[in-house]
């Protein structure tokens, strides 16, 4: 299977500027090059640029922003520190794991997912709409200024991550960015629980799942077609810990994680917890939306040879998280002494498990050695873990890590079973550090 080329912004715009236009941005030329940039890719342009941009409609089709032009990065999205460019359209960028070291991720080394274009916002967030529609006795259409007003308030930790993370650990090498193990991330979120505003509405005994939209645009940017449009079982949105959330560590909700509000689906893969959330569906069925459907955040029902082609009707909705580490501090590739005790960190998080345990091992997971453990302050956080270790002469080291949930259930030393998009890798974390 062939990879897809993921090319940076000076790439694009050196090979073709005008077609970079509408890659990138989303924009296109009219007849006379003026007037050009609006809506989703007047956003996207002043998202990644920090600012607005006044003169918009001046702005000559097919030239790169000076912005861009005079910087060496190939895309900066405004806020953002230190993470690496997976793709630029959509906007995908991963953490580096040292950057993951805070208990609480920062905003700005948060990793970004998206499916689609980054949608034009209003510029009254209080007025933005969310209907409850479907099997429900009385449809909704609320404000978030209502949702504020209406609602108790819910602030909790959670860890939103990728189905694709680590991607990259897979062979034959799947199809779609290839993260390693950064797109991940443990937030803390303000707003109010999906099942206070599902009762509001009534859920009837018809209800089976919920499909959520969100205002993104589709990167084709077809009038009416949705990016992305996930769901979950009805029994999950009716947790007391799925929220619609407006507020991450203390902010409003960042455009770039689905301003001005967003679903919460704790435990489950990142792509449930949908951005710029504007409709919550509720159905008699499993929801059928793009990303639910064919090969798209599916895993097969049963194991396969790696590189095999799976029928449709043998893959079955990808949901909650897998046990998994990360090993946080020192960054690998570190100078070390070899004469003293070296202090190692990291995080550990499951879907709807707890996380029990985590062990180190520097010889290549012959032996394995406990750690001080500190549970997570709430379900669907991480914990934190950390360990002296000690190196018995100088040379070349890995570091790896291991957690064990609940119920007993281990992280694999291997790439977990292959599947077709490569999703669910929790195999072990390593990093190198040579002791000196």
Known sequence: MTNRHERGIH????????????????????PDRRGFLRGAGLTTM????????????????????????????????????????????????????????????????????????????????????????????????????????DFEHVTM????ECGGNGRAGFEPSPRGNQWTIGAVGNGEFTGVRLADVLDRAGVKSSAVYTGHYGADPHLSMEEGRP?????????????????????????????????????????FIGSANQKWLNRVWVRDQEHDGPGMTGLSYRVPRFPVAPGAEVADEDMEVLTTLRIKSLITRP?????????????????AWSGETDVADVEVSIDFGV????????????????????????????????????????EGVSQPMVVPGWNPRGYGNNSTHRIAVTAV
């Open 11 to 30: 790439e694009l715009y050196e090979a073709d500027a005008e077609r970079a236009d509408w890659l990138v941005f989303g924009r296109k030329s009219n």
């Open 46 to 149: 002043g998202l990644a640029l920090g600012a607005s941009i006044p003169f918009a409609d001046r702005l000559p089709g097919g030239v790169i922003p000076a912005a861009f032009a005079q910087t060496p990065d190939e895309f900066v999205l405004q806020g953002k520190d230190g993470l690496i460019v997976m793709n630029d359209r959509p906007i995908n960028l991963e953490t580096p794991p040292h950057l993951l070291d805070p208990d609480i991720t920062p905003i700005a080394n948060f990793f970004v997912r998206n499916n689609g274009l980054v949608p034009e916002m209003t510029e009254d967030p209080d007025g933005w709409t969310l209907t409850i529609d479907g099997e429900v006795d009385n449809e909704l259409t609320l404000t978030l200024a209502e949702l504020k007003s």
């Open 157 to 160: 930790q959670a860890v939103i």
């Open 227 to 267: 990016a992305l449009s996930r769901g979950i079982p009805i029994e999950k949105a009716l947790s007391p810990e799925t929220m619609i959330v407006w507020g991450m560590n203390g902010e409003d909700l960042p455009l770039a994680h689905g301003y001005p509000i967003r679903i919460l689906v704790p435990g």
């Open 331 to 347: 960054e690998t590739g570190s100078e070390v002494a070899a004469s003293e005790p070296l202090r190692v960190r990291g995080h």
């Open 367 to 406: 032996t394995w050695h406990g750690t001080e453990f500190t549970a997570s302050p709430n379900k669907y956080a991480w914990a934190t873990f950390e360990a002296d270790v000690a190196f018995p002469e100088a040379g070349y080291y890995e570091i790896w890590a291991r957690a064990t949930d609940s």
